[in-house]
């Protein structure tokens, strides 16, 4: 439904970006599921969730054909603080590109399993945008000011193992092995002490995450300036035509 399909076995709940065609790409409606899907983890019988994405990419980001992206900024900080505040471990199964929205959504997580194939990247600036779903807030706390400035301003693209050399993910592990390797972790996590889990949540977060929610609201105003500027337009068309984009500031 929309973009997202899930499942309930055994304590784990298994929610998909389920949009390969478009690299699992968002747009408002999806993210909206995606909320709702996450939510479904507050009850009793969940114990994990695991976010995945379908086909070979986790996600590439926002979805720049402009259909169904109204509030699309609001719906992906709602999906961020769900993901933060969850009372159950939220572990991000990362094959292939975890790029714009779809880096902030894995970085939300409380653990990353990625593939030594997949990589990272926040292409905003390759657009004329800024980042969005609060990783101005996530990607310093994780891997410190510096490199998190690389990644904002150079686009740069960065390999699964140096996002684990960086601190930025938790797991490591060769293509062949990470189904077994996430669904291993996520059965780990499934049979501990989940109220346990819930405090060690909610005090990393007071201590590493404080100033998220205004972060994120800076990001989601940033946007809304920056959607109207040429530079954007340019971006886009750029995007779309496959060529480097020539951007005059404006």
């Known amino acids: 439904m929309n973009g997202i399909s899930s499942s309930l076995d055994g304590g784990v709940l298994r929610i998909a970006l389920d949009r390969p065609e478009k690299l699992n790409a968002v747009n408002t409606p999806m993210l909206q599921e995606l909320r709702a899907r996450i939510d479904d ?40 603080q769900a993901v933060v505040t969850h009372p159950k471990p939220v572990v991000a199964g990362v094959r292939g590109a975890a790029a714009g929205f779809g880096c902030s959504l894995a970085l939300a997580c409380d653990l990353v399993v990625a593939e030594r194939s997949a990589y990272f990247q926040l292409a905003f ?17 994780a891997i410190g000011r510096a490199r998190a400035a690389r990644m904002a301003l150079l686009a740069e693209r960065i390999s699964a193992a140096t996002a684990f050399e960086w601190g930025m993910i938790s797991h490591l592990v ?9 669904e291993s972790l996520a059965q780990a996590l499934a049979t501990g002490p989940t109220r346990s889990y819930q405090w060690i949540k909610q005090a ?18 940033g946007q809304e300036a920056l959607v109207h500027t040429s530079d954007f337009r340019e971006g ?11 951007f005059r500031g404006c």
């Open 204 to 221: 990393m977060a007071a201590s590493t995450l404080a100033e998220l929610s205004q972060a994120q609201t800076l990001e989601a105003e």
């Open 174 to 182: 060769n293509d062949d092995d990470f189904d077994a390797q996430l």
């Open 41 to 80: 983890g507050a009850d009793a019988s969940v114990r994990v969730v695991t976010l995945t994405g379908a086909g070979r990419a986790f996600c590439s980001g926002g979805d720049l054909t402009g259909a169904d992206t109204d509030d699309a900024a609001l719906a992906a900080n709602e999906v961020v």
């Open 125 to 141: 600036t390759r657009i004329g945008l800024m980042l969005d779903g609060g990783a101005s807030a996530l990607l310093p706390a």
């Open 236 to 246: 886009v068309r750029a995007f779309r035509q496959r060529r480097k984009p020539v």
